[in-house]
């Protein structure tokens, strides 16, 4: 990257991942806008083109890599054997800036990229922050500061008599741009048909079940005294039950559809039917991805405008499940 150029930022990324990319791009919004990045990813990719080539080409060439890292992005044989191995030996021979940014829980420590510092702070997965736009906000600050940090290392001769100061160096960087003036009001807004929005809430309710199970499992681990039981009813249902010394204190029941139509319900103890329930979460949309909503008793209490990923959600109704636990 020349001092007059923009930055080229790659994301490298699972698709199951697509919604949290797209919170983190708006969040670079004003480095793009001052001319100091552009971003590029898999979905810019136009018909007829040539995949492999189309990211190989960023790989190999683009200044700064976001590893935007989560259990699938490890799964993943083409982000962790291809992309992830590629551009870590260009980071080695520093011909490219790579961040890690933690979206979800996984085993990272071990990877190859491991000993770099992750994005947000000590890695805490951006699923974990009550208002995600804070932990997008950190990656947005540690992108400026490295892009700050490149502009002052590849400065002109004469700017090398007086250290760059990040000031002076984002003054450089936001300057001209190499490829002329352009707009960056660039997003199109996306649509979900009833197909996306009954996948997604098929996913989330599967995801919410084996968050309870596990956490049932581990619940027994940790605490003497304390037991847990999951039962998977069927596709739509499961049973979660928490003892303590054999005495049942907490009981749920969750479950797909009922009387609010298409949505995942909590009830509080065992139940088959479905006409009722204690809190209900609903899918919705925005121009950028799917989310989880409130409509039951949070949206009564106006905390309904917060938008639940996955594991937001399975955390809610958690929440909800352990509480007499914790109480007693």
């Known amino acids: 990257m020349r001092i007059n150029e923009l930055a080229k930022l790659f994301f490298s990324y699972s698709h199951k991942d697509e919604q949290l990319r797209d919170q983190l791009e708006v969040q670079l919004a004003m480095l793009k806008r001052q001319g100091v990045i552009e971003t590029w990813h898999d979905r810019r990719i136009t018909a007829g083109e040539d995949l492999d080539h189309a990211i190989s080409t960023h790989v190999e060439d683009d200044d700064v890599i976001l590893l935007l890292v989560s259990p699938d992005f490890l799964a993943s044989d083409y982000c962790y054997d291809v992309e992830m ?5 260009r980071a080695k021979a520093g011909e490219a800036v790579v961040i890690p940014v933690i979206l979800r829980p996984c085993d990272w420590h071990h990877a190859p990229f491991g000993k770099l510092r992750a994005s ?3 890695g805490k997965p951006v699923t974990m922050w009550a208002n995600q736009d804070e ?3 950190e990656v947005a600050r540690d992108v400026r500061a490295a892009i700050e940090r490149m502009v002052a290392g590849r400065g002109s001769t004469s700017a090398r008599s007086a ?5 002076t160096s984002m003054a450089a960087a936001s300057t001209l741009a190499g490829r002329g003036p352009r707009s960056s009001n660039l ?3 996306k649509t979900f048909t009833d197909h996306d929005r009954d996948g997604f809430l098929t996913e989330a309710f599967d995801y919410i079940a084996t968050y309870f199970e596990n956490s049932l499992e ?3 681990a940790r605490n003497p005294g304390l037991q847990g039981t999951f039962r998977r009813v069927d596709a739509n249902r499961f049973f979660a039950t928490g003892y303590r010394d054999g005495r049942a204190v907490a009981r749920a029941t969750v479950f797909m559809g009922g009387m609010m139509g298409r949505g995942i319900s909590y009830v509080i103890g065992e139940t088959t039917e479905s006409n009722g329930y204690n809190e209900n979460l609903r899918v919705d949309a925005d121009d950028h991805g799917l ?3 409130s409509s039951g008793m949070a949206a009564m209490s106006g905390r309904s405008e917060v ?3 996955f594991e937001g959600a399975a955390e809610f109704y958690w929440s909800m499940f352990i509480e007499p636990l914790q109480r007693n």
């Not at 191995?85 to 030996?89: A, K, L, P, Q, Y």
């Not at 250290?163 to 000031?167: F, L, Q, R, S, V």
């Open 135 to 137: 932990p997008m906000l």
């Open 218 to 220: 581990e619940l027994r």
């Open 85 to 89: 191995t590629r551009v870590m030996e």
């Open 307 to 309: 938008r639940l990923t």
């Open 187 to 189: 997003a199109v807004a």
């Open 120 to 122: 947000p702070t000590d």
């Open 163 to 167: 250290p760059a100061t990040p000031a």
């Open 291 to 293: 989310f989880l909503r």
